[in-house]
C-alpha cells in the first residue's frame, strides 16, 4: 500500500486501450517509452486576426497554430509481448 507496482524493479502502468488478454493478443507492453517516442516541437508560432468576426459581432478572433510532431525514435526499446 502506497507503493507503485513494480515487475523486475520496473513500474507498471495499465492502459485501458490495451487488449484483453486472449491467444495471440499482443495485451502486453514493456519498455521505455521515454526511449522509443520523440515529441518534435517545431519553432515559432503563427498568429492570424480573423477579419471576418470583427465586422460581424465587434470582438476581436485570433487563430493561433504551432507545428509539432512524433514518431518511434527507437524501436528496439519498446517490445509487445504475444500472447500463447
Known amino acids: 500500500m502506497g507503493t507503485p507496482d513494480e515487475l523486475n524493479g520496473q513500474r507498471v502502468v495499465i492502459f485501458d486501450d490495451m487488449p484483453s488478454i486472449a491467444t495471440g493478443a499482443k495485451a502486453i507492453g514493456f519498455g521505455d517509452i521515454r526511449k522509443t517516442y ?14 471576418y ?4 459581432t465587434g470582438q476581436v478572433l ?4 504551432k507545428r509539432v510532431g512524433a514518431g518511434i525514435q527507437n524501436w528496439d526499446a519498446f517490445k509487445y509481448l504475444k500472447q500463447a
Open 53 to 56: 468576426t470583427v465586422a460581424a
Open 38 to 51: 520523440r515529441i518534435v516541437d517545431r519553432t515559432g508560432m503563427s498568429v492570424l486576426k480573423d477579419p
Open 62 to 65: 485570433f487563430r493561433i497554430r
